[in-house]
Structures are given as C-alpha cells and as structure tokens.
C-alpha cells in the first residue's frame, strides 16, 4: 500500500492496516512535503533576509535585535540568531484605517508554473502542502498579539473585514494547489497558551469558526484535506473545529491534553498527527519515559481503530532531543504500528 493509500484510509478512518508514519530523514514517511504556494510581496523591494536594515530600524526603533520584513509587510525581531522570531511591529497596528489601502501578497506565478511542472501528483506519498497563511496567525501578527486580542472584542467588524481579504486570497492557493497535485494542505494557527485559548469559545465560534469552514469547504468541494496545527491548550475548541471541517490535528504535545483524550471522545471523528510530546517527554532524555511516552500514544489511537500519523519533530535540534532519544520514540512507535481489528 502506498503512502497515499493508506494516509487517505486513516484519514477517512477506512480500517487502515497501520498508524501513519512521518519521520525525519531516511526514516520511513508516507508524506511529500511541498509549498502550496510561494507569495511576493506588491510594490516595492522585500526585505526577508535578517539584519538591521535602516528602514526597518526606523519602523521598530525599540527593538536592538535582529529584523526582518514579511511578505504580509510585518516586521519580525530576534535576538541570538536563533529563532524564527516573533512580530514587532505588525503592518496595521497603528490603525484600521490603514486597511482600506492594504494590499494583500501574491502569488509567484513563476513558482507557481514550476509546480505544476512537478508532476507531484504522481507521487506514491500523500502530498501535503504547507498554507503560508492561516486564519488567526494573519490577524495575530498584522495587529500584532496585544492589539489582535483586543480587536476581537471592541472591533470584531474589522476583524471579520480582514479575515475576508485573507480568506480570498486562501482560496485561489487552494486552487492552484489543487491544480498543482496537493492532496491536503497544512496551516499554522496557534490558538493558545499552555493553559488556555487566547479567546473564549463563544469569540472562536462568532469570528474564527466561519472562516475554517470557508478554507474548509474550499479543500472538501476539491476533494482535498484539512490539516491544522495549533500551538497551545484548545481541547474547548476541538468540536468546534471538527465541526468546521478539519480533518487532521497536528500537535506537537498532544499529552497538554492527552493522548487517551484525544483518542477515546475524538478518535473517530478526525485524525491526530503528533510527534511524542516534545514538552513533556522527549526533552527528558530517559529512555523508559521516551519509550513509554510513545507506546502510550499508540496504543491509544490503535484503540480507536488508527486515528494516528506518528511524526518527528521538524528540528529536534532547537530542543536540545538527541537523535538516539529520537530514536528510541521512533522504534517503539514502528514496532507497535500495526492495527487489529480482530
């Protein structure tokens, strides 16, 4: 069975033989990462790469370390070189009236035309392309987090006029992506903190919830996949979501909540597509924690019939994971992947 197979099976929850695999490097994948889409920022010169760029310093004048701008025209800070930063000056934090003149990226149609030429569509793995932009993340960084969470209670309007503009732009690269071979998209919208939602379900459901279900609906009426990540506690929200029309959950610490969670009251409405906790576990270090961290994830979710895509952490290295404790998650969740439906 190729890997398109069988990630389609779990995802429809069709008896798959196995728990799905996405490991780093030469361990086994079912997947083929791609771009859905590469954007460009309109109008002028981007400046994407890091440094302290005048223009840039002059923008974010409080800031000492490294700068870099967005293509959604955010300015982004970092200290130490070594992290992928976080917005420090968002492109309409000074005012909604910046709005009515804001132009929204486009997509490279030179990239666009290159993928198409990929023949992605032939390939024997689930091809998964990643979204560059989300539904909260755009909203979160353009008015910047402090600004972003307000806004939802004293100016839901121009919220939902915001989430408009990104939702069009969503849908034509889900077009593209479709047309390019994509078979499932991935975004990026962290929801919460280690303790809680950045907002109240009832602001999810009025502001949020109907714009999932647009990219939602974009992907089903193609025959694609919805997958979400999302940083943070949001277990109040995962009906909501599912109900929205996600498919598949990608947390990368799945026991915030946990593992038998998610796999009793939703393992057999949607997908769970996690590493072992990186949080919890796998910084720790000890092999009998690591080992039995991931036969409990598994075991889990082969109770509820394999609602489970095991994967690696994109880079083990920012935490510190050593590849022989990779490792060990990895064997245990290989040897414990096979689904008995007897």
Not at 60 to 67: N, T
Not at 89 to 108: C, H, M, N, R, S
């Amino acid at each position: 069975m190729t890997g398109k197979e069988l990630i389609g099976r779990i995802i429809e929850h069709d008896n798959p033989p196995r728990i799905g695999f996405d490991f780093n490097g030469n361990n086994p994948s079912d997947f083929l990462h791609v771009p859905a889409a590469i954007l460009r920022r309109p109008g002028e010169i981007e400046i994407d790469k890091w440094g302290r760029e005048p223009s840039l310093v002059k923008q974010a004048p409080d800031f000492s370390g490294e700068l870099q701008m967005t293509v959604m025209g955010n300015i982004y800070g970092r200290l130490n070189g070594i992290t992928k930063g976080e917005c420090v000056k968002g492109a309409l934090q000074d005012g909604w009236d910046l709005l009515e003149t804001y132009v929204l990226p486009f997509i490279d149609e030179g990239k666009d035309k290159e993928f198409e030429n990929a023949h992605w569509e032939k390939s024997d793995k689930f091809v998964l392309g990643g979204m560059p932009l989300a539904v909260w993340s755009p909203l979160r960084d353009i008015r910047r987090i402090d600004q972003a969470l307000m806004d939802t209670l004293l100016e839901p309007e121009f919220v939902t006029a915001f989430l408009e503009k990104t939702a069009g732009l969503s849908a034509e690269i889900i077009k593209r992506a479709h047309k390019n071979g994509v078979r499932g998209i991935i975004i990026a919208d962290d929801l919460g903190t280690q303790n809680e939602l950045f907002f109240s379900p009832e602001s999810f459901t009025a502001l949020f919830k109907p714009y999932y279900k647009k990219l939602a609906d974009e992907l089903h009426n193609r025959g694609m996949k919805f997958f979400m990540h999302s940083c943070g506690k949001i277990y109040k929200i995962v009906p909501q979501l599912i109900d929205a029309g996600v498919d598949v959950f990608q947390f990368d610490q799945p026991e915030l909540s946990g593992s038998d969670v998610w796999a009793r009251e939703f393992g057999k409405k949607a997908v769970f597509y996690c590493p072992v906790d990186i949080q919890k576990i796998m910084p720790t270090g000890n092999e009998k924690i690591i080992k039995e961290g991931a036969l409990n994830m598994a075991e889990q979710f082969r109770k509820c019939g394999g609602s489970l895509i095991a994967k690696d952490y994109p880079t083990w290295e920012d935490l510190n994971v050593l590849p022989e404790w990779q490792q060990w998650a990895r064997d245990v969740i290989i040897a414990n992947a096979g689904i008995n439906y007897g």
